[in-house]
């Protein structure tokens, strides 16, 4: 009896987690460097660091993903052997990943059991399971339909139905990877909220992410890690944003933007009417008009899927509409043969788009070869007509990358091969290196580091003061205000007003994006 009651006191006061001398490679890359960490129970622990700096791949580990070259694991004071997600759940550890792991044609019910069936008949297990979301929903906040399918959620149900199914599978430790980066600002307070109901309910929670003021905000203890190394772990009340930028990084990173005042030029875009109506009869863009002038950055606030992405696609050219949009005064083709992305670039449009990996890049290519995606019918790229000079592009991929520190500088490296910072860097330097009058950037910053966030934010304020227009859309209000000379308010496809960015706060515009006025339009 003694010695059982001892066990329980050491599985009691002992670290909910605990990495001894933790040590992964990769060919010749080593990912994680004898790396340990201490992890109170009961406690929001978060791991900050670059991309690349071996967050991921240490949780990866962890939740059996991958296998430690060497090191040790132990879950409540005892050893373990976590060989894959299975051992990992069965000692107590859930995880929610950046990018959603659901059966989108599946309900909320099916998606939560998928695994842990009772047995061939659905039917038990899906009881069992309705019962035990709607306890789980009164004591975590998680309230969603069990019904619901998938597809129709929003990424913040989706997001919810994760944690439901981590707590489903009885975890005790939540490990959450980069989870407000899909989040708006509102979906983000309410996962946060979520989290301190669990750590009050005694869960363990580690916290991955790369925004400080989450970090300042949400956790307990913060670890900071770089170049697969672990370089300092603190009390989250004993530190601050400046210097855990700078642990990260490795040097002092200016927090805030720092930018001269506009001089704006002649009206670069001019848009009037602009309508779109969806394959559904829905309609995401009701007569909108803007402009933006040379030498300005007009930001566009508002939750995600307001419109932003839609007039986004339209000045892109990727997206039909009607009404109308000129360039220095020359209208552009909506829904004709000209209303693609080659006419849009020779109008001297250029575009970031918001989601880098699906619109930005085609992965499997080499980084040279994404370098002049879209641009390769310029002559100066061809060695004949028709034919692409492939030394040429390389070598111009070589200095793009010097000039936009993108790492490794290796032009042979597919783009799937870079992490998402530097997959962010080189759609950036191919397209404000074409000189456009117009640059379009969706989501600047989304899932990149604060070294990357910082380069990118003083590249896109150099073309501005260039001389070049920039339509800016972000869900980041910081981002927002930072950046933005003027700011417009979407909110149901609508422009809810504009501001001075001198002359409004976040809790104005916080009004207008949920479809009120704020101060006086």
């Known amino acids: 009896m003694a010695g059982a009651a001892d066990a329980g006191a050491v599985a009691t006061s002992a670290p909910a987690i605990e990495l001894r001398s933790i040590s992964k490679a990769f060919g010749p890359v080593r990912a994680n460097r004898d790396i340990s960490l201490v992890v109170r129970r009961g406690t929001i622990h978060g791991i900050v660091g670059e991309n690349g700096a071996g967050k991921s791949t240490l949780m990866s580990i962890l939740y059996g993903f991958y296998k430690a070259d060497a090191g040790e694991i132990l879950i409540g004071g005892r050893p373990v052997q976590i060989g894959d997600s299975h051992d990992a759940i069965r000692a107590g550890i859930g995880m929610v990943f950046q990018h959603f792991k659901l059966v989108e044609p599946f309900t909320v019910l099916e998606n939560v059991i998928l695994g842990t069936e009772d047995g061939a008949l659905l039917k038990p297990s899906l009881a069992k399971a309705r019962g035990t979301l709607r306890q789980l ?8 339909d069990p019904d619901a399918r998938i597809e129709d959620l929003g990424v913040g149900m989706r997001q919810r139905v994760e944690i439901l199914k981590a707590l489903y599978r009885q975890a005790d ?10 989040l708006t600002p509102a979906e983000a307070d309410h996962l946060f909220r979520i989290l301190e109901n669990l750590k009050s309910q005694g869960k363990t929670i580690i916290l991955i992410t790369h925004k400080l003021r989450e970090i300042m905000a949400a956790t307990d203890t913060v670890s900071v890690m770089r ?3 672990m370089t300092a772990t603190l009390r989250t009340a004993d530190t601050s944003p400046a210097e855990l930028a700078e642990l990260m990084v490795g040097r002092k990173v200016l927090l805030r933007i720092d930018k001269s005042p506009a001089r704006p030029g002649r009206t670069v875009l001019e848009i009037e009417k602009l309508c779109v109506t969806d394959a559904q009869g829905i309609a995401r863009l009701s007569d909108v008009s803007l402009s933006v002038r040379a030498g300005e950055i007009l930001g566009l606030a508002g939750v995600a899927g307001n419109g932003q992405s839609h007039l986004l696609e339209v000045l892109g050219g990727m997206r039909p509409a009607t009404g109308h949009v000129r360039i220095d005064g020359k209208e552009l083709d909506l829904s004709g043969p000209g209303c693609d992305g080659r006419s849009r670039r020779a109008a001297g449009i250029a575009h970031v788009p918001e989601d880098r990996q699906r619109e930005g890049l085609i992965m499997p290519f080499h980084a040279w070869e994404d370098s002049v995606f879209g641009y390769h019918t310029d002559p100066a790229l061809q060695s004949a007509p028709g034919l692409m000079d492939n030394a040429r592009i390389r070598s111009h991929a070589e200095d793009q990358m010097a000039r936009f520190d993108v790492r490794p500088p290796n032009p042979d490296l597919a783009a799937q091969s870079f992490s998402g910072g530097n997959q962010q860097k080189l759609v950036l330097a191919r397209e404000i290196e074409r000189n456009p009058d117009l640059l379009l950037v969706g989501q600047p910053t989304r899932g990149v580091d604060i070294g990357a966030i910082e380069f990118i934010h003083r590249r896109i304020l150099e073309l501005r003061d260039a001389g070049k227009a920039v339509l800016l859309v ?23 007003g504009e501001r001075l960015t001198s002359e409004t706060d ?9 479809g009120m006025k704020g101060k006086a339009a």
Do not use: K
């Open 137 to 144: 929903a009164a004591d975590y906040e998680l309230e969603v």
């Open 227 to 229: 170049r697969g190394e």
């Open 506 to 514: 976040e809790t104005e515009l916080g009004l207008m994006m949920a």
């Open 173 to 182: 430790i939540l490990i959450l990877d980069e989870p407000t980066g899909v």
């Open 474 to 496: 972000s869900v980041e209000l910081d981002e927002i205000l930072g950046l933005s000379d003027r700011i417009a308010v979407m909110c149901g496809g609508r422009i809810m």
